[in-house]
């Protein structure tokens, strides 16, 4: 639906985007994640015709946007980090505004605009000022206006920024649900709702694209594809024989109450729940515990995005 093809950016002598490409299918959810200042804004403000990149193209079904960069806005919709609205308006004040932008007339600006205080649940504070409303409504009140043009696909940057736990799961749950018919990429910082809400993950560190998959798969690349096993088992001669194991790199033991907690590191892909099971019947073992410990996103995308050891200030570098 969308393709970045070697996307480069920079601003003087700040590389803001260095060679990104990534292809995003109809009706994907991806999220876009990375540390502050690793290029995602940039990206988006790229994707939506909003910044030129110096090299680099993003097409929409295969045409590149530069080509026909107003018909290609008619078929994007775009809620910056900023959520820029004019506090002084109301809200049916602001979308019948945004549906002018639009070119919106007659019954077709009543309808979008009815679908989209529908879609995003706003119909209670319709008549009021955006200077009184809630950080939650406002957030739902930008998505609104960009998608009150019925866009093929909606780019969303920090959509949660600000909001409590509770407004966060409603963002949540209207992003999820504007997913079923659009193709969605949405920037945040809060991993949580990645998992909650997207199909795909796209990781960029200093401007490059680290990885690129779904959840399940960059989770399972977690640590390089490697394991941890837990064990707690009460039994003679468990660590040694555990050790011993295929695949075990290593292991640590920690003791009490006559019982061996035992962590085992393997090799990618293995997999030792089976083995273990059948030592500890064949040994007669206690065997209270056994799990493969999760790798969690957050540890994931710390490895992803680490910034490299800078030589220059090892001890005596000159």
């Known amino acids: 639906m969308i393709a970045a093809g070697e996307l480069k950016k920079r601003y003087g ?14 009706g994907e959810v991806v999220g876009l994640l990375g540390a502050n200042g690793a290029g995602k804004t940039t990206i988006m ?17 295969g045409r ?33 505004y945004c549906a002018a932008l639009r ?18 649940d706003i119909g209670e504070v319709y008549y009021r000022p955006v200077s009184e409303l809630s950080k939650g409504f406002r957030q739902r009140v930008g998505l609104a206006g960009a998608i009150l ?31 079923r018919d659009r193709t969605v990429l949405v920037s945040t910082h809060v991993l949580q709702e990645v998992e909650a809400t997207c199909d795909r993950l796209l990781v960029v560190a200093e401007g490059r694209l680290v990885a690129d998959g779904s959840v399940s798969d960059i989770l399972a690349g977690g640590n390089g594809g490697a394991g941890v096993f837990v064990v707690e088992v009460e039994g003679e001669g468990a660590a040694e024989l555990l050790a011993g194991l295929e695949g075990v790199t290593g292991l640590t033991v ?64 000159s």
């Not at 015709?49 to 110096?54: A, E």
């Not at 530069?66 to 004040?93: A, F, H, T, W």
């Not at 007659?106 to 879609?119: F, H, I, L, W, Y």
């Not at 866009?151 to 736990?165: A, C, I, K, N, R």
């Open 254 to 317: 920690n003791e009490a109450d006559g019982r061996n907690r035992i962590r085992l590191m393997t090799t990618a892909g293995t997999e030792l729940r089976p083995a273990i099971s059948r030592l500890a019947t064949e040994r007669g073992w206690v065997l209270w515990e056994l799990y493969r410990e999760r790798v969690t996103l957050e540890q994931v995308f710390r490895s992803l995005t680490a910034l490299p050891a800078d030589p220059a200030a090892a001890p005596g570098a």
């Open 103 to 120: 070119d919106l007339a007659g019954p077709d600006r009543a309808r979008a605009v009815t679908e989209a205080v529908e879609s995003t």
């Open 149 to 179: 043009h019925r866009p093929e696909v909606l780019v969303l940057d920090e959509p949660t920024e600000g909001l409590d736990p509770n407004q966060r799961i409603e963002i949540r749950k209207l992003i999820q649900e504007l997913g």
């Open 13 to 26: 002598r700040i590389v803001a985007v260095d060679g990104v490409s990534f292809e995003i299918g109809r």
């Open 64 to 96: 590149s946007i530069g080509e026909d960069l107003v018909g290609v806005k008619r078929r994007i919709g775009y809620l910056p980090e900023s959520n820029p609205l004019y506090s002084d308006m109301q809200v049916l004040e602001y979308l019948d």
């Open 45 to 61: 403000r790229i994707l939506t015709g909003t910044l030129q990149p110096d090299a680099g193209a993003v097409t929409l079904d």
